[in-house]
């Protein structure tokens, strides 16, 4: 009898689709959803230079969501068209998505977030003091130690070289315990793995459980009750401006229901009505559509945003920066005692209504960047992630300030190498951790001036993401691979941390002069105007009314206060 039971499952006739109300239902959701992701993403990829999604890395979470939204697809057509296949192909195929590919876009997606650590830990230098702007040092030994070589590589490279160690792991415990189990196979396998005797259906339940499908809920377990949780804590303190913080949580909680229905779903008789509309899987790829929300959709509306924001600073400034001199001049000392609050990142007491927008603009931020740039900067850097912007205007102020009227040649060459310093910190995308967002005709001319003497100061040799592994020398012609460990490392180095004891004695570009920096620093204080300054104001403007609203509320147990407490809540979370 068992002998017969075998063949009967492995030779079971397909069917055909299935065309009722819910088939109907699965395919109309299915393109519709996918349409609109896929127009989603298509608009992020349009604006990938917008600074909300710069800093976010789209290549990996947009290629994290592919892989997933894959698996999803599968799942919202297997009531249709699941049985047109045979029973055991349509069996391999679940298997191995969610053997390899749901797994691989999980650790994708997870690494996408940790991002979001990576960048606001790495932010903070820009809170503290100049000194603190120097990079953390890798280890030495590039040269003979591998282990070394992807410790000194970027953070997203190295994220993807251990993800891909683990995916090697992963698709090779996957295939090998395909292989071992004879229900998929009859003909070879471990003995004990193969079906065992009953009917047709017990047999297809018996095809979804069992020991082959463990490493699956393994990973799922980790990545959900242990990494999870572990962002969700750790990203907890942080407020950023950017919804990257609420992406992130949100993402994390809206998963931790998928592994536990999944398992319960498969194991408690109560859900077999269930499954036979709403199969197991789908638990998970429920938590997959809220990915795709908090990842796609709402980073979507943040842009359009915004925009609306930076729309109105720039009308703002364009309104009262056209007013005449003597106006400005006339109100100068109203304005400027407000800003002199704002700029301490105090509740604001003299802000009136009166003023209205004339804080969104270029002379208000001017004002801060000149007297009292620390808060400003402060919430550049912890709030925004966009310290650079502002440590790069400040750094350029203190830089023109020094120039005297006619330089001699020796104080000339200081200059310059100051200069460099500025270049390499935050404009060149070889050198800086966070490079300032300018347009390609604007880096080339400060690629033409500075890029050779950086190199001459500097070093050729860093490790090209590229190619980590390499061994051959570098287009400098610095030594690399030398035997003798005795000698110190001289690949490459900080500029800064030798700026003030050493001086560039080759050849200075015509076009070097207390200008060099003018187009860029345009370009960024209006970049900071229209986009880090808006959030400034409004956030101390916020600071105000919450101060007021808690002067004048004394009624703790009110139902107006608990709806603040609520608002303040959501508030915090985006």
């Not at 909300?52 to 799942?75: D, F, G």
């Not at 364009?318 to 400005?328: G, Y």
């Amino acid at each position: 009898m068992a002998d017969q039971a075998l063949p009967d499952l492995y030779s079971i006739p397909v069917s055909p689709p299935n065309w009722d109300t819910v088939g109907k239902f699965y395919i109309s959701f299915c393109v519709t959803w996918t349409f609109l992701l896929f127009l989603g993403m298509g608009f992020l990829i349009a604006n990938r230079n917008n600074p909300i999604l710069k800093v976010r890395a789209l290549t990996l979470s947009l290629t994290a969501i592919l892989c997933l939204h894959a698996y999803w697809i599968l799942a919202q057509i297997t009531y249709p068209v699941g049985m047109t296949l045979p029973v055991i192909p349509a069996y391999d195929i679940q298997y191995f998505f969610m053997g390899i590919w749901f797994p691989m876009g999980i650790a994708l997606f997870h690494a996408s977030n940790t991002r979001f650590l990576y960048v606001a830990k790495l932010q903070k230098k820009y809170a503290r003091s100049p000194k603190g702007l120097r990079k953390k040092q890798g280890c030495n030994g590039a040269d003979t130690s591998w282990l070394c070589r992807i410790r000194n590589l970027d953070y997203p490279t190295r994220i993807l070289i251990y993800i891909g160690l683990a995916m090697v792991v992963q698709v090779l415990l996957t295939v090998g315990m395909w292989l071992a189990c004879k229900k998929y196979h009859p003909s070879f396998g471990v003995a004990g793995t193969e079906l065992h005797p009953g009917t047709i259906a017990e047999q297809m339940v018996e095809l979804s459980r069992g020991w082959e499908w463990w490493p699956t809920a393994f990973w799922q377990v980790i990545w959900t009750w242990i990494v999870a949780p572990t962002l969700i804590w750790r990203a907890w303190g942080i407020r950023d401006t950017l919804g990257w913080r609420f992406q992130t949580i949100a993402c994390c909680i809206a998963n931790l229901h998928a592994t536990p229905m999944w398992l319960i779903s498969m194991y408690l008789p109560a859900f077999e009505p269930i499954n036979v509309y709403f199969s197991s899987s789908e638990w998970i790829h429920l938590s997959v559509m809220f990915f795709e929300i908090f990842t796609v959709f709402v980073p979507c509306w943040l842009v359009v945003r915004q925009r609306s924001l930076r729309k109105k600073a720039a009308d703002s400034n364009a309104k009262w920066e056209t007013a005449s001199k003597a106006t400005v001049r006339a109100s100068s000392s109203v304005e400027w005692k407000s800003a002199s609050v704002l700029e301490k990142g105090l509740t604001i007491e003299y802000i009136d209504q009166e003023l209205g927008d004339r804080l969104f603009t270029m002379s208000a931020l001017d004002h801060v960047l000149n007297f009292n740039p620390g808060p400003l900067q402060e919430f550049s850097a912890l709030r925004d992630f966009s310290g650079e912007n502002v440590a790069f205007l400040t750094r350029l102020a203190k830089w023109k300030n020094s120039w005297p009227e006619a330089p001699d040649e020796d104080y000339m060459r200081d200059l310059f190498t100051r200069a460099l310093v500025i270049y390499t910190d935050f404009v060149s995308p070889r050198d800086a951790e966070f490079p300032i967002n300018l347009s390609s005709q604007d880096l080339k001319y400060l690629e033409a001036i500075f890029e050779r003497p950086a190199r001459i100061l500097c070093g050729e040799a860093r490790v090209d993401p590229a190619t980590p592994f390499s061994g051959d020398s570098s287009p400098g012609g610095t030594r690399r691979g030398s035997d003798n460990s005795s000698e110190p490392e001289e690949d490459w180095f900080e500029l800064g941390d030798i700026a003030g004891r050493v001086q560039y004695a080759g050849e200075i570009s015509n076009a070097f002069d207390v200008s060099v920096f003018d187009r860029a620093q345009a370009h960024i204080k209006y970049l900071v105007l229209t986009n880090t300054w808006p959030k400034f104001v409004r956030e101390i403007q916020l600071q105000r009314r919450s101060g007021e609203t808690e002067r004048s509320g004394e009624t703790g147990l009110s139902s107006s206060t608990l709806a603040s407490r609520v608002s303040e809540f959501v508030r915090a979370l985006l």
